[in-house]
């Protein structure tokens, strides 16, 4: 059990760029979650994919956003036109079928100037 | 929709001192429930969960937490907190089922003196 990775770390990017996130859960996690978190706050629910579906996306993920987890295994989330309210802690999280209990990888922080 | 209320934004206690932080939750049914710990700039450690039997919960690092289902209360316990307990603790709740998507309160920071 590697745990949950997240890459980058750390995202400084001008306002109107593109930038893209990449999530690897435990391998046998099936189940992958995407998370904001702003300053202060809990994460907050994007989208959640089981296997290679995305079932679920939540309001908060505008028209500019976008998610893939093109064989079941890791994910990206693209963030198109970058906007400062961006800016923001991006958290993924993996479980498996029927045993919620979260693993959380240690998050992208993303600062849009 | 669930939601999760964590009532205290911060809180301090003294290196020894025992410690309670709140959680209530709103759900139809009976939930998943979970405390998270963060310290900063890093992701999410589960403390604990609860699913069902036993409403008390034993965690990781001497935690504990309580299922209240008349109180709609899942409230995180430490008999004697340590300088290395300060960080953000959240709670969730989930569905029992389907998604299983948790629903995070708003955190409450931990301040230990020394």
């Known amino acids: 059990d590697t745990g949950v990775s997240q890459d980058p770390r750390h995202k400084i990017t001008k306002r109107g760029q593109n930038v893209t996130f990449r999530c690897d859960p435990i391998?046998?996690?099936?189940?992958l979650y995407w998370y904001r978190q702003t300053l202060g706050q809990g994460p907050e629910f994007l989208t959640y994919f089981q296997n290679e579906a995305q079932l679920e996306k939540s309001r908060l993920l505008s028209d500019r956003f976008s998610a893939e987890r093109p064989k079941g295994s890791f994910s990206t989330l693209e963030i198109q036109r970058t906007e400062q309210g961006d800016s923001a802690m991006y958290l993924c999280?993996?479980?498996?079928?029927?045993?919620?209990?979260?693993?959380f990888g240690s998050g992208t922080r993303l600062t849009v100037v | 929709a669930q939601s999760v209320t964590q009532p205290d934004i911060h809180i301090t206690v003294s290196e020894g001192a025992s410690l309670e932080l709140r959680c209530n939750y709103s759900?139809?049914?009976?939930?998943?429930l979970f405390w998270y710990v963060q310290s900063p700039g890093q992701g999410l450690q589960l403390l604990l969960k609860?699913?069902?039997?036993?409403?008390l919960v034993q965690g990781i690092k001497g935690f504990e937490a309580e299922f209240k289902r008349s109180q709609s209360s899942f409230n995180l316990r430490k008999p004697s907190v340590h300088w290395s307990d300060a960080a953000e603790y959240f709670c969730?709740?989930?569905?029992?089922?389907?998604?299983?998507?948790?629903?995070f309160g708003r955190g409450t920071s931990l301040i230990v003196h020394p």
């Open positions: 609860y699913f069902s039997g036993d409403t």
């Open positions: 969730a709740v989930s569905p029992s089922g389907g998604s299983y998507i948790p629903t």
């Open positions: 759900y139809g049914a009976t939930p998943y």
């Open positions: 999280a993996s479980s498996r079928d029927h045993s919620p209990g979260y693993t």
């Open positions: 391998s046998e996690h099936n189940r």
